[in-house]
């Protein structure tokens, strides 16, 4: 049993919360992530680890509502407890001192890539953030993004904050500038992972990834996170979930996503289809 | 054999024959997840039991890898002493009521039952099973005396059967055992691939339960070379380790289209209805795709197990398609007859070329070719060869590829001087298990690919031993 230690609702919609894992929180590296379980009846969902404190025997977590078990999970309250949690999973992010990096995330990506930058920063890159949401009051982690940033950039759809347009518009404006970019780390929605991957190849700055396919035991043994990169199947849980996005087949990706969109309905008639495709 | 001819012949036993097993109708199991075989009444263990001749050299121990004392169990269920068999059966196999029911007893210890020289062997699984489940659901489990504490810890990777069983083992000698098991179930295959209707889920519980309260440990969520590695386990004062973690990592054919949606590998698909319980989706949270027309890649055991499940998930065909024929279909014949009763279509002399698919990214189905068998090559086995011009389109919605499975490679590669062998399976130096790395012993299908659970009992069995050795000296 994993206890629930503190509970913060950063947007509307999105969820942050530390759980009791000693275990996970001494062992954990920046891009791993865990599987974890409401109860008895729950399905088997990954996270990203956001944050962890080995001391404290804590470890972070960020979750948007999109379905029946993420509504569930926001439901839930400090002191109570996840069934299960398994990890830590998937391969570390290779962290090396590369000079400047963009760190972009979009929506709930951006919990994902703080662990990144953090990692990057700390490794002596120079850390350009670009972060972005919807709108103002769906932005997330704007404070530690800036902590763990030299520059950060934030971009809303709307324009009720910062840049108006999506983060892809703020990355060309810096190749546009001439800005010296040596790696983009890129993690978000499907679509924008895409358009970031397609917008650097010309330029040929190495992009990576975080992919975000259907898991079940997300230990190798299943292979429902395959995704096709540079033409061969791979297992994202035991492969990645990082991988080179000029060789990824988003739109792979995109319709093995949608797979249970009809049974994700019936689950909660709440939300139509857990996976929303932005 | 002289002995057993003289024991018969001053018994004058009756001619009793081979008693049937009750089962479910086919056309009522097929719409549920109820186990098929509904086993012996008390009346019909007790005949079977009495069809045994108590030979004085029995071949069925020799047969059963576990080393069962069969003719002292099945003696006394002849006896009506139901529960002292079940006792007597445990004394050497912690999982009877899972071997009773999943153990190929043609290719073991029934295969070597005089009775079966001119007739029918007597049932030794149907007894075994009977025994423990009358123990189980009469509520009388007996916690035999262990060891006192020998003060040594022995770390086990992997809650299979062979897990399990060296488990069971060396907690009776008095080591301290813990067991490290990925998933947040306990039994491996037993919980995620084996059907609820060839085994129920929850015997594999009680006899997980039955070593917990043994004083076995299971940790669960904890998958070894992630979490911690085994440096780290000996690290934390193990003073042995046992890699008994399967080959769980499904196969592939590498042919085009085979991540289109609606193509799961066996483990995937069987995953999700066993241990995850989506066949009792919405009540359970994890959804599967309740295919019309579902074919089934391969010829082994787990393809009889997914194409049965399909059935049961309310399938209006459920295709086997296998590159060879019935003759030399792995599963056993048990399970193949069972399909066969339940519906399912047998393409066989078949092989998938290519999956088709429509503009969702949907299979719709597969270009297959038609086989003949040729030359038998170097092992004796006729291999598959292409019909020129035979090929033809079975329509699916949904597949699953079931043609075998590889070792995973999360602990060779975190256990530094674990040595492997080309295809990834752990290099042992013999029979008992030991690895190239001194303190760490192997067993079960991590070894020796794919194979059956009583081998990898019986691999445990044998490194419980050799880690008794090993640690006595210590």
Redesign the interface.
Known sequence: MYKIVEKVDLSENVVKMILEAP??AR?RKAGQFIVL?TDE????IPLTIVDSDAEKGTITIIFQVVG??TAAMAAMNVGDFF???????GNPTEIKNIGTAVCIGGGVGVGVVYPLAAALKQAGNRVISIIGARTKDMLILEDEMQRVSDRLIVATDDGSYGVHGFVSTVLQNLIDAGEKIDEVFAIGPVPMMKVIANMTRPYGIKTVVSLNPIM??A??????C???VGGK?RFAC?DGPEFDGHQVDF??LT??L???CE??G??NEKHRCGWNGN | METDVTTDRKEKKEKIPRQPMPEQPPVERVRNFAEVPLGYTEAAAILEARRCIQCKKPGCIAGCPVEVQIPAFIRLIAEGRFVEAARKLKEDNSLPAVCGRVCPQEDQCEKSCILGKKGEPVAIGRLERFAADDERQKGEIFIPATAASNGKRVAVVGSGPSGLTIAGDLIKLGYGVTVFE???KAGGVLV?GIPEFRLPKAIVEAEVAYLEKLGVRIE????IG???TVDDLFAEGYGAVYLAVGA???V?M?IPG??L??I??A??YL??SNL??AYR?????????RGKKVAVIGGGNVAMDSVRTALRLGAEEATIVYRRTELEMPARKEEVHHAQEEGVRFELLTAPLEYLGDE???VTGMRCQRMELGEPDASGRRSPVPIPGSEFVLAADTVVVAVGTTA???VPATTPGLETNRRGYIAVKGEDGETTRPGVWAGGDIVTGSATVILAMGAGKQAARAIHAFLSKA
Not at chain 2, 220 to 223: D, E, I, T, Y
Request: hydrophobic letters at 35%; aromatic letters at 8%.
């Open positions: 275990a996970i062992k379980l009846k729950g399905e088997r029946k078990t069934s299960d949690v398994q990890g830590p999973l079940v035991d230990t190798g043994m299943c292979g429902a395959r995704v096709a199947t035991v739109d792979l319709s093995r949608r797979m249970y049974q994700e019936i689950a | 990925a998933l947040h995620y669960r969520n904890a998958v992630r979490l911690k769980g990592a499904p592939f590498n085979e991540n949606s609606g799961y590998s483990n995937e995953t999700r995850m319980k989706f919405p009540e359970y949270d994890t959804p599967i795709v969702q990214g949907w995973n490679p999360i």
